[in-house]
Nanobody, 123 residues
Framework: VQLQASGGGLVQAGGSLRLSCAAS????????MAWFRQPPGKEREFVAS????????KYADSVKGRFTMTRDRVQNSVYLQMNSLKPEDTAVYFC?????????????????WGQGTLVTVSS
């Protein structure tokens, strides 16, 4: 499956952005989708994941209460609503997919990746 991420941009601290990730085909109920991010000069890190079948989610501690991941089955898309953004949220954001549990957070556990979309939060 091919993934296409979009929605990044420049926003002031405290602002909001909504990222989108569209899949090239139907996503099966056994799949999990996720968002990762890679801050400048740092390694890629887990942000959030979602079970396609029942929408259960998992979040990194750093974004809990500020970010919300959702899905649209008709559009075969996932979204990441990011509120109360902080400068430390600045990163390239990637969407990813895997067949299996959503409760994994290592990059090597995900089989499909989209291109990144840059989010810059100014102070």
């Amino acid at each position: 499956v091919q993934l296409q991420a979009s929605g990044g941009g420049l926003v002031q601290a405290g602002g909001s952005l909504r990222l989108s990730c569209a899949a090239s085909r139907r996503i099966y109920s056994s799949y999990a989708m996720a968002w990762f991010r890679q801050p400048p000069g740092k390694e890629r890190e887990f942000v959030a994941s979602l079970s396609w079948g029942d929408s259960r989610t998992k979040y990194a501690d750093s974004v809990k209460g500020r970010f919300t991941m959702t899905r649209d089955r008709v559009q075969n898309s996932v979204y990441l609503q990011m509120n109360s953004l902080k400068p430390e949220d600045t990163a390239v954001y990637f969407c990813a997919a895997r067949s299996g549990s959503p409760y994994v957070s290592h990059t090597q556990d995900y089989d499909y990746w989209g291109q990144g979309t840059l989010v810059t939060v100014s102070s």
